[in-house]
């Protein structure tokens, strides 16, 4: 793990010698399962490391500390950007939101192996679960990576967020554009100005970037609409 913890200091991220156990057992963990279920199309444990790890951890560079703080990761599949930014702030209270079974079982074996507290796995559509009391508006951060376009992904993060919260939007180098049709719908959903900040990890290329949303009043209630209404109709 001396690639992560000296890559993640170039970031400013310290992390301990626990910290790196728990990566390091996320790592195995990720190509063990990763042999007989799509979980990542990444397998070497270099680029895991950076492609995953430090990629999911740079949201700290926009969240700040979420020690005490809510966080709900929509789409999670292996866990990102989620179980790193727990592993990073161990009290935060983190959900995981999660449609395939398969990925779940594969989140629940990891909570339970790197023993993180305050972990929720859900195995529901954003769509569906966006209209659960229990849920929605009751997060200060509703994050994403990689699920869908911005325009469609807002739909899914902003009725999680409560109003002073933030929706959090991992994306690649069609990010501008993204966030320029995302507008329109931003705005119906209760949220603000984008905030944007690009990225540039090790041994990448392409640049990253990450789309900072305030949430500023709240979502009419109407949104999310049915499940496969977004992708097919976007705001």
Not at 142 to 160: G, N, S, T, W
Not at 221 to 229: A, E, N
């Amino acid at each position: 793990m001396e690639n992560l913890a000296d890559s993640a200091q170039i970031f400013g991220i310290q992390l301990s010698k626990l910290q790196l156990n728990q990566f390091s057992i996320y790592e195995n963990l990720l190509v063990d399962w990763n042999r007989n279920m799509n979980l990542t199309a990444i397998r070497d444990p270099q680029e895991i490391q950076i492609r995953h790890f430090l990629d999911a951890l740079t949201c700290s560079l926009v969240t700040g500390d979420l020690n005490g703080r809510s966080l709900i990761d929509i789409g999670s599949g292996a866990g990102f950007p989620g179980i790193p930014l727990k592993i990073l702030y161990p009290q935060l209270k983190l959900t995981l939101v999660e449609s395939v079974k398969k990925k779940t079982r594969f989140l629940q074996t990891l909570v339970s192996e790197i023993k993180l507290e305050d972990v929720k796995i859900v195995a529901d559509r954003a769509e569906v679960l966006g209209h659960n009391p229990i849920h929605r508006e009751q997060y200060d951060w509703a994050a994403a990576r990689a699920v869908a376009d911005l325009q469609v992904l807002v739909e899914y993060l902003l009725p999680f967020c409560k109003v002073g919260g933030y929706a959090l939007a991992q994306k690649g180098e069609n990010a501008i554009n993204e966030t320029a049709f995302a507008a329109p719908a931003i705005h119906q959903l209760g949220g603000s100005s984008p905030t944007t900040i690009q990225l540039h990890l090790p041994t990448v290329a392409n640049p990253h970037f990450l789309i900072t949303i305030p949430k500023i009043s709240s979502t009419p209630l109407k949104f999310p609409r049915r499940v496969g209404v977004p992708s097919k109709r976007p705001l």
